[in-house]
């Protein structure tokens, strides 16, 4: 196998979890009546609408990282909390979705006679299918700019989401430090490859 084809599959892998988690999160939200993924232009499919350069690089490299987050509003949703919850809780179960899908689309692939296209392809959608999973599972982590910040805001005191806020930047600068140090990885990747064990 080509020794550059696993950065570059890593770069596909990271475009394509980060783009179907933006863009859910964009048509949820828009499908509820908020008007402003559409006028930021994430309502799209194009990769390039939807990467930070530091959150992909991480993804690239971890295997963890983010997309340029789209800016939701809950003004026009008809129940805010159920808004909010559904906005940044199906991105997260749309990556762990589509992982599933990837994996069987391998598992089918691999039944086939082998040819050396088929084994590149099936390396490209087994480091997909993980990527997908394990970002997926990153975002339950309540720290922006991943979902689960939104989520747990929703049920705290506004004593406790002041003092969330007040945190945000240590929150940030940990979770980066343990990102990249591989600490985060310890608990993703297992996880990651206990679910998708299902689809293999």
């Not at 783009?19 to 006028?39: C, F, M, N, Q, W």
């Not at 390396?123 to 989520?151: D, H, M, Q, W």
Request: proline fraction near 6%; aromatic fraction near 14%.
């Amino acid at each position: 196998m080509n020794s550059l084809f696993p950065y570059l599959a890593r770069i596909i892998a990271a475009a394509v979890a980060i783009t179907i988690h933006e863009y859910v999160k964009a048509a949820v939200s828009s499908a509820l009546g908020d008007l402003k993924p559409r006028e930021q232009g994430r309502l799209t499919l194009n990769p390039l609408k939807h990467m930070d350069f530091l959150g992909f690089f991480a993804m690239w490299y971890t295997g963890l990282g983010w997309g340029k987050p789209v800016v939701t509003s809950n003004l026009h949703y008809k129940n805010r909390r159920t808004g909010v919850l559904l906005t940044y809780v199906t991105p997260i179960a749309a990556n762990i979705l589509c992982g599933f899908i990837f994996a069987m689309i391998m598992r089918t692939l691999n039944q086939m006679p082998f040819t050396p296209a088929l084994l590149y392809i099936s390396a490209l959608l087994r480091i997909t299918a993980f990527y997908n999973v394990s970002l997926g599972l990153f975002n339950f982590i309540p720290v922006y700019p991943l979902c689960g910040e939104k989520i747990v805001r929703l049920f705290l005191n506004p004593n406790a989401a002041v003092a969330m806020s007040r945190y945000e930047k240590i929150f940030q600068i940990v979770l980066m430090v343990l990102l990249f140090m591989g600490f985060l990885n310890m608990a993703t990747d297992p996880a990651a490859t206990f679910l998708l064990g299902f689809a293999f």
